[in-house]
C-alpha cells in the first residue's frame, strides 16, 4: 500500500505561485512513477504532470507547459508541483497519484491522495 498526502493548495491571484506537495509512504515508493491531475467542477479529470521517480523523466500537459514544474525529493519520499503564472483556467482539485510508472492516464495509476483545493482569482 501507497498512502499520498497533498499540502499547499490554497487562494492566489492570477499570475502568483503556489507549490503543491505530495507526501509518500508506504511500500518502495521510489520505485514508482508519479503523477498530478486536476479536476473542475463539471470537468473530467486532466492530466497535469508526471515524472518517474527513479529516472526523473518529466511530461507536462501542453497547458502547463513552461509554467509548472513537477519534481521530487527523494530523502522525504515528496512530489512537488511548482505552479506558477497561475490562470483563472487553472483553478481546480489537484490531485497526486501513484502508479507503476509516469503516465499521463489517470486509470495507470493504483494509488490516489485526497486532494488539495486550488482557487484563482481573476
Known amino acids: 500500500q501507497v498512502q499520498l498526502v497533498e499540502s499547499g493548495g490554497g487562494l492566489v491571484q492570477a499570475g502568483g505561485s503556489l507549490r503543491l506537495s505530495c507526501a509518500a509512504s508506504g511500500r518502495t515508493v521510489s520505485t514508482y512513477g508519479m503523477g498530478w491531475f486536476r479536476q473542475a467542477p463539471g470537468k473530467e479529470r486532466e492530466f497535469v504532470a508526471a515524472?518517474?521517480?527513479?529516472?526523473?523523466?518529466?511530461y507536462y500537459a501542453d497547458s502547463v507547459k513552461g509554467r509548472f514544474t513537477i519534481s521530487t525529493d527523494n530523502a522525504k519520499n515528496t512530489v512537488y508541483l511548482q505552479m506558477n503564472s497561475l490562470k483563472p483556467e487553472d483553478q481546480a482539485i489537484y490531485y497526486c497519484?501513484?502508479?507503476?510508472?509516469?503516465?499521463?492516464?489517470?486509470?495507470?495509476?493504483?494509488?490516489w491522495g485526497q486532494g488539495t483545493q486550488v482557487t484563482v482569482s481573476s
Open positions: 515524472i518517474n521517480w527513479s529516472g526523473g523523466n518529466t
Open positions: 497519484a501513484a502508479g507503476p510508472h509516469g503516465s499521463r492516464w489517470y486509470y495507470e495509476y493504483f494509488y
